[in-house]
T-cell receptor, first 115, second 113 residues
């Protein structure tokens, strides 16, 4: 099973709302990632967690708050977003490994619209 | 971080081989070349990766030039389901122990009947 499950599939929120995106995997991977993808653009890395600890933050604004409560779950908490934050948010997971085969498996994404 | 350059779009006839080029002239010695594809409205899907040698798996072949400045992904018998955006990615292994994927703009491959 190479499935990464993201919920919800679609989300519409106002600029004053607080919402959360959820990502789950059961492949035993100890690295998990959040990417942001604007329309017709490539995915851009936001955060990386390794062994449930934040290891990379790509200078993401504080209105995005990641959380990794356990090795299978990754959340992205959203607060006071702007319309330009509307995008497809992708979650990925991989083994933590210093070698070549560090394949990232992606979920289908959450399509977020900020009104 | 190394960057990649790909043609924005390509067409291929169904059943023929699709050859997708990628330029990564600034690649460093410890950086791997990965290929992913993204079918419309789905997350990216891993295809293949390599460091110096040519690689083949059940999905595709990867040809890397000797100087490692460019590579070609080959889909031997393209089908309509191979229509997607193909990303050539250079992965930095030394960035901690997780690896950072740097996506380029990708090539939109259209397989035509």
């Amino acid at each position: 099973d190479t499935e990464v499950t993201q919920t919800p599939k679609h989300l519409v929120m106002g600029m004053t709302n607080k919402k959360s995106l959820k990502c789950e995997q059961h492949m035993g991977h100890r690295a998990m990632y959040w990417y942001k993808q604007k329309a017709k653009k490539p995915p851009e890395l936001m955060f990386v967690y390794s062994y449930e600890k934040l290891s990379i933050n790509e200078s993401v604004p504080s209105r995005f708050s990641p959380e990794c409560p356990n090795s299978s779950l990754l959340n992205l908490h959203l607060h006071a977003l702007q319309p330009e934050d509307s995008a497809l948010y992708l979650c990925a997971s991989s083994q933590v490994y210093r070698g070549a085969k560090n394949i990232q498996y992606f979920g289908a994404g959450t399509r977020l619209s900020v009104l | 971080d190394a960057k990649t350059t790909q043609p924005p779009s390509m067409d291929c006839a169904e059943g023929r081989a699709a050859n997708l080029p990628c330029n990564h002239s600034t690649i460093s010695g410890n950086e791997y070349v990965y290929w992913y594809r993204q079918i419309h409205s789905q997350g990216p899907q891993y295809i293949i990766h390599g460091l110096k040698n040519n690689e083949t798996n059940e999905m595709a072949s990867l040809i890397i030039t000797e100087d490692r400045k460019s590579s070609t992904l080959i889909l031997p018998h393209a089908t309509l389901r191979d229509t997607a955006v193909y990303y050539c990615i250079v992965r930095v292994v030394s960035s901690g122990n997780t690896g950072k994927l740097i996506f380029g703009q990708g090539t939109t491959l259209q397989v035509k009947p």
